[in-house]
């Protein structure tokens, strides 16, 4: 009987030993890799401090096992985990930083896209939205000044011991003015933060621009070459725009998954996004998923052509309204990663949601095509709440009780970009009002109904 228990105790041993061994095979890389990439951008691209970096974005949970380093010298970052699975990411000017996935460093580096140069103006000088120039005098009257300072100093404070809330950078404005604005200590006006999935948003506008010239109708089959003799050959540019694809797909961030292997281990994430078998009928079914939006930027780079793809939306969107310091990286083959990865100074960040506000229309020109932002908030057909149109977060509600949503003391017209930590940039057309939160928030730490809730109320 000892020699049966010791038998049974020493598989069940071997098992565990052996699961262990696989599954930090499949879990290490992406742990490295999201350190790699992290660090990388957070130094070279928002210039912060590779301690500060390592020490609050890094140094808890699954992170807390790895090993980071940052070299200037090569403009890269690597880190590893417990000395295995070590992974490099390499910024490039204009281009931000990419993880060397399935490429050598020397291909990734020789890469000849081309990208816009930035204006060189000085947006102290350009009023304000497009500039930094504030007016002489804002009619406040009827703002409660007082309450609404409150409202965005408590949100920086820490409801207990733990630092969870960890808020970087909010900003209100209304009717068009910029009539409040706060930075955590260590960042500023011009430190550029995530997006994480707020770049959703931004493939939303890049995908309106091409409609407006002409160049694609969300109404067309998808162009994928690989789709063109199977069942997901009836897989809509609308679908995959309101995550409605079929497509069969993880989007779990716990652990290995099609979402972190597509983000931190593959060198094209649409081309691998897009070799997911269908699950439902296209259309049916709502299911939040950063592959389809990667998808859809493999449509947009095939659509554009390589000369102008890595030009073209900052000289079409950003440059326009004066979101001078926004990044959208690319994945080693050159994609954007329009699902995740995107920079910009908080300011930045509140211009895109005024072009939102506008229709799509900024002072004298119109980006993107006239009831774009209709379309952007009509809900999917499969979310439930009317949580979700194309590329945005909404706040609808449930068709059948509009009391039913997600922020019910929040007018129903909200609509936001959403991202991973606490980035959100929140439209609310019947207030004309934009607010933006950046932070690397823990779970909800913050109660944004509570939150815009109380923004409102300050307000005439």
């Not at 403009?75 to 000017?93: D, N, P």
């Not at 994945?331 to 100074?345: E, I, K, L, Q, R």
């Amino acid at each position: 009987m000892r020699k049966l228990i010791l038998r049974s105790l020493l598989i069940l041993f071997l098992a565990a030993l052996s699961y262990g061994i696989y599954y930090a095979w499949l879990a290490f890389p992406i742990i490295s890799g999201y350190g790699a990439k992290n660090l990388c951008s957070c130094t070279m691209l928002a210039g912060r401090k590779a301690e500060d970096v390592i020490r609050e974005e890094l140094g808890s949970g699954l992170q807390s096992f790895g090993t980071f380093s940052v070299n200037y010298a090569d403009s890269s970052a690597t880190a590893s985990v417990f000395g295995l699975a070590k992974r490099k990411a390499i910024y490039r000017k204009g281009l931000g930083c990419t993880l060397v996935n399935e490429i050598t460093e020397e291909e990734l580096r020789k890469q000849p896209w081309k990208v816009a140069t930035p204006p060189r103006v000085n947006q102290d000088t350009i009023p304000w939205p497009t500039g930094n120039k504030m007016p002489d005098s804002v009619n406040l009257f009827g703002y409660n000044l007082d309450l609404l300072n409150k409202i965005i100093n408590d949100a920086f404070e820490e409801p207990g011991e733990e630092k969870n809330r960890r808020t970087r950078a909010v900003a209100v404005i209304h009717d068009g003015n910029l009539i409040a604005e706060k930075y955590a200590d260590g960042f500023d006006q011009n430190t550029r933060l995530t997006g994480w999935s707020m770049t959703k948003s931004l493939t939303n506008a890049m995908m309106g621009v091409l409609v407006r010239e002409g160049k694609i109708s969300v109404n067309d089959p998808s162009p994928i070459e690989a789709w063109k003799n199977d069942e997901r050959n009836t897989i809509t540019i609308h679908n995959l725009m309101q995550a409605s694809s079929g497509l069969k797909w993880a989007e779990v961030y716990s652990g290995p998954s099609d979402a972190t292997n597509m983000l931190f281990k593959k060198r094209d994430a649409g081309i691998y996004a897009s070799q997911a078998p269908l699950q439902h009928t296209p259309g049916e079914v709502f299911y939040y998923s950063s592959g389809t939006t990667n998808i859809l930027s493999y449509i947009i780079r095939q659509t554009i052509g390589d000369t102008e793809y890595h030009s073209f939306p900052y000289k079409n969107i950003f440059y326009k309204i004066g979101m001078n310091s926004m990044t959208i990286e690319p994945d080693p083959g050159g994609t954007f990663v329009g699902s995740s990865f995107s920079f910009a100074t908080a300011r930045d960040w509140a211009r895109f949601g005024l072009l939102c506000l506008n229709d799509g229309y900024w002072i004298n020109e119109r980006i993107l095509p006239e009831g774009w932002i209709e379309y952007s908030t009509t809900p999917a057909k499969g979310a439930k709440k009317g949580e979700y149109g194309a590329q945005f977060w909404l706040n609808a509600g449930n068709p059948n009780d509009v009391t039913d949503r997600n922020f019910p003391d929040v007018p129903s017209d909200m609509y936001y970009l959403s991202g991973f930590e606490g980035q959100d940039v929140v439209i609310i057309p019947s207030k004309n009002l934009v607010v933006v939160k950046l932070g690397l928030t823990s779970g909800n730490w913050v109660d944004m109904n509570t939150f815009l809730k109380d923004i409102i109320s300050a307000l005439p």
